[in-house]
């Protein structure tokens, strides 16, 4: 089964920062996009946070984490990053690790193909 694992997750106070990362498993030559995205408790949808596609090394985010956020990639361990800074309540999340072979601009989440299962991020005082 193809799933890529997540590791990080805490509890940070606001203004914090978070290191999460994310290895990607089974064949790692056909996602060519890897990317992170959110869901917040209350039933609320799982939202795009950020994306690194190897097509140009581009990198993608949302509004809500422009600045404060940053994805990058490690091609070779496979790997892909997110560094959370200036961290906010509204941040709190179960934070997911994505695979694909493409970037879906219009919705980043019909790209993926393989999830990973989550870790948790809570940004509270």
């Known amino acids: 089964q193809v799933q890529p694992v997540e590791s990080g997750g805490g509890s940070v106070q606001p203004g914090g920062s978070l290191r999460l990362s994310c290895a990607a498993s089974?064949?790692?030559?056909?996602?060519?996009?890897m990317g992170w995205f959110r869901q917040a408790p209350g039933g609320k949808e799982r939202e795009f946070v950020a994306?690194?596609?190897?097509?140009?090394?581009?990198?993608y985010y949302a509004d809500s984490v422009k600045g404060r956020f940053t994805v990058s990639r490690d091609n070779v361990k496979n790997t892909c990053d997110l560094q959370m800074n200036n961290l906010k309540p509204e941040d709190t999340a179960v934070y997911y690790c994505a695979q694909g072979g493409v970037m879906d601009y219009s919705d980043p989440r019909k790209g993926m193909d393989y999830w990973g299962k989550g870790t948790l991020v809570t940004v509270s005082s």
């Open positions: 994306a690194f596609s190897r097509v140009g090394d581009n990198t």
């Open positions: 089974g064949r790692t030559s056909d996602s060519r996009v």
